[in-house]
Nanobody
Framework: QVQFVESGGGLVQPGGSLTLSCTTS????????MAWYRQAPGEQRQLVAS????????WYTGPVKGRFTIARDNAKNTMHLQMNNLQPEDTAVYYC????????WGQGTQVTVSS
């Protein structure tokens, strides 16, 4: 069964940092491009960053470029999102998933940026 488990969220002050982690199971992780998504209150879920199956190429949405770094460990079937210089507009529930979004969504992890 395809499964995604996110962790590492929390409350942080503006300018702070967090590292999110994603543990996966139920599919051949190294075959698929992966991504982080986020959903703020009242908004649709949006793509934040993605990474190719081999980790050689990454993509970031404009507002997080230069602040977030996506990485994966194919040996451990895990993925991470390093988030630096967090801002209030980064407040959202963050989800990891395959880039093709096939499979159920996890619970997500709440990131709140506030002073």
């Amino acid at each position: 069964q395809v499964q995604f488990v996110e962790s590492g969220g929390g409350l942080v002050q503006p300018g702070g940092s967090l590292t999110l982690s994603c543990t996966t199971s139920g599919f051949t992780f190294e075959v698929y491009a992966m991504a982080w998504y986020r959903q703020a209150p009242g908004e649709q879920r949006q793509l934040v960053a993605s990474i190719t199956n081999n980790g050689f190429e990454t993509w970031y949405t404009g507002p997080v470029k230069g602040r977030f770094t996506i990485a994966r460990d194919n040996a451990k079937n895990t993925m991470h999102l390093q988030m630096n210089n967090l801002q209030p507009e980064d407040t959202a529930v963050y989800y990891c998933h395959r880039l093709d979004k096939i499979g159920p969504w996890g619970q997500g992890t709440q990131v709140t940026v506030s002073s």
